[in-house]
Structures are given as C-alpha cells and as structure tokens.
C-alpha cells in the first residue's frame, strides 16, 4: 500500500470515527431525556402519594389526640369531684365550714 492510499484510509478511519461518536453522543442524548422524563414522571407520582398518604397521618393523629383529650377531660373531671367529695368529708370531720363546690372552668 503506499504512503497516498494509506493516508486516504487514515482519512477516512478518522470521519467514520467521528461520525460514530456524534451518532453515540446523540443516542446518549435520547437516552437520557427519556430517562428524565421517567424520573419526574415517578417523582410526580411519589409526591402525590406522599401528600396523601402525610394528610391522612395527620387526620389519624389528630383524632388519637382529641380523643385522648377527651378521655383525660373526663379522667380529671372525674378526680375533682372525687376531690371536693373528700375535702367536704375532711371538713365535716373537723367541724370546718363546708365551701361551696367550685366548678373548674373546663372545656368539654
């Protein structure tokens, strides 16, 4: 082969090169746009599920609570009047004037 014939094949070697790297880069491209598109796609719909399943915990959370609440409203409710209950006893035994009850100002 001589030196012409050789250099005309590096040539060519060189473009059929660089066409096949502008022809991966391009596919690598495409490829990562379609993944992207996925991830936001996927992204979207964990968002969306998160924030229901957040707003559902939080309903959860509030009712345990307010039922909790009331549970101990009535508990100490329940103690106060068990309280006045003896100190009347206490005050009977000792010959001390009975006070009137006093009603706590509870919210029910």
Not at 55 to 62: E, T, Y
């Amino acid at each position: 082969m001589s030196m012409r014939e050789e250099m005309r094949s590096l040539g060519n070697e060189i473009v059929r090169s660089y066409d096949e790297r502008i022809s991966g880069i391009a596919q690598i491209k495409s490829d990562t746009s379609t993944l992207l598109k996925h991830f936001h796609r996927d992204h979207t719909a964990m968002s969306r599920q998160l924030k229901a399943d957040l707003a559902k915990s939080a309903a959860n959370l509030k009712r345990d609570v307010n039922t909790m609440l009331k549970r101990v409203r009535t508990e100490l409710a329940g103690a106060r009047d068990e309280w006045q209950k003896m100190t009347a006893i206490m005050r009977a035994k000792r010959g001390a004037p009975i006070v009137p009850e006093v009603k706590a100002g509870l919210k029910a």
